[in-house]
């Protein structure tokens, strides 16, 4: 007879402001419950306000680990690109956001990481360390992210340029990711604006690409960056087939 | 004194001298404790990092009795409540601590079990009380069984059922014990008296006599384990006399065996879940109170002990006799 496994929770022994920030952070009861009716309401304000429109639904996986990347141009993306997605795996969506944004105040990180269930990015001093913690969370667990590679908003609507850093998580692995194109977002919340306007948004998601056979190194990282970069682009474009 | 007096009347609240003397006596050992701590460190009896240790432990009781002790002075309803949610926060912490947390069915029928024995305490409902043990022993049996993963289905529904008993059933007791007119003398002496087996041990630490259980337990030795049986069983004799005067719990018998009953409960609840962490690996069960871990590290002695003192008062002279029960659920 084996012995029986005990795992206690990643993030024992940390206090709440650090638990909220950490990378280790597991869901209890309380986070459930928050998530079920924070991604609830989330879900009824876009179809109500934004009539969300989602092509391609078909082709998000059933269960994790995957990733999803997007544009990014606004603070509704997170949430466009997260309520299609089952409300059964709710407390395994991780939006990555970033650290400096979401996880500095004490309420915004408790709000960040209790009703977003997001993990932060610290965009600064983001090493290896971080993004090799991420990975091995995203196959062991499994789990699925939410990424924007732009690694900031784009305050023009235009897409930026994807950052390697996503291959150094992707490269070598057999984890789907999903690319997305959200549309409408940037003008139902522009950089500049505090409040979201009413503004149909749409969200294309495109069929899964997996980076098993890239090597795990920068030129690979690079091509796993312009790989995804070239399927987002392509699915911003109206003729572009989702499925 | 009516029911609803118990559980919602402050205005009672001193009147028996037992409940007096010890919320003096503590209030004078946190206002004292400053003094003896720095005195301690300036004559050089302790270091300056146990000296940092002890006022980090004396902040943390500046917050704890004012709540304890408010909960137990305001109303029987407040201590229950309060219980109930101390209940709901071990549990919390041992889920953390063995993983358990992530079967969150399971989670959530210890939860409602432990809610439903708070609500059937309030209603002073003791037979609902003692059936919801094994109905919800069941109830967790049936929810493992229902995620269809026969692999370590006994692990996660003995650690259901453990957690269930130890914090629901266990400590659910304590609540109960708020349905005697007498409760607040009663509950401040267990409290008391618990916390008399600890500081003995913390005073001795592991510097005298060996170790009863050095695997478990290193600091637990036969010295301070003697030493808290004296003096808890001393205390509980001073204080039974007037808890339980006029009747047959006043002789010195029966204070001597309950006496026994909670230093030996508390120290081996207290080797429980030092075991508990042993085998998982970890030093303290969470962070919440600063200088002592979890909540769990600080209330682990008076789990075994609620269920005992109960059944011991319960046996010899009743808890909650003549008492109106169901108060909100019966028709009448």
Partial sequence: ?????????????????????????????????MHWIWWSFVRAYLNLWHNLKVEGRENLPKDPPFVLVANHCSHLDALVLAAPLDLRLRDQIFPIAAGDVFFTNPAISAFAALMLNALPMWRKRCGPHALA?????????????ILFPEGQRSRTGEMLPFKAGLGMMLAGTSVPVIPCYLKGCFEALRPETRWPVRHPIQIRIGKAITFESVPNTRSGWEQVATELQTAVKGLGTEQHPVA | MSASERL????????????????????????????????????GRITDARRRQLWVRWKSWMV?????????????AWTIAGIGLLSLLCYREYARATGLFREKAISLTIVLGITLVTLATLDNWYRLFMA???????????????????????????LGVLGFVLF?????????????????????????????????GYILGKRIGYPLLPQTNPAKTLTNVLCGLILTTGLVMILGQSVFRGTVLASWQHLMGLGILISVSGQLGDLMFSSIKRDLGIKDFDVTVPGHGGLLDRFDSIVPISAIVFHYVNYFVGVGVGEPVRIWTSRG
């Fill in chain 2, 168 to 200: 629901g059933h266990g400590l659910g007791h304590l609540g109960h014990l708020a349905n005697d007119q007498n409760y607040r003398p009663l509950i401040l002496m267990v409290l008391v008296s618990s916390e008399m087996n600890n500081i003995v």
């Fill in chain 1, 1 to 33: 007879m084996d012995d029986w496994k005990y795992k206690p929770a990643g993030d024992l022994g940390l206090p709440h402001h650090e638990a909220f920030k950490s990378l280790k952070r597991e869901n209890g009861l309380i986070a459930t419950a």
């Fill in chain 2, 64 to 76: 704890m009795a004012p709540l304890m002790f408010g909960a137990i002075l305001i109303g029987a």
């Fill in chain 2, 8 to 43: 919602f009347s402050p205005m009672r609240a001193f009147e028996h001298p037992v409940t007096t003397t010890v919320t003096i006596a503590v209030a004078s050992s946190l206002l004292l404790a400053p003094l003896v701590i720095e005195g301690l460190a300036r004559i």
């Fill in chain 1, 133 to 145: 913690e991420l990975k091995q969370r995203l196959i062991q667990e499994p789990c699925c992210y």
């Fill in chain 2, 132 to 158: 919801l043990t094994p109905l919800t022993i069941v109830m967790i049996l049936t929810v493992a069984l229902l995620a269809d993963r026969p692999q370590g289905y006994i692990q996660r529904s003995a």
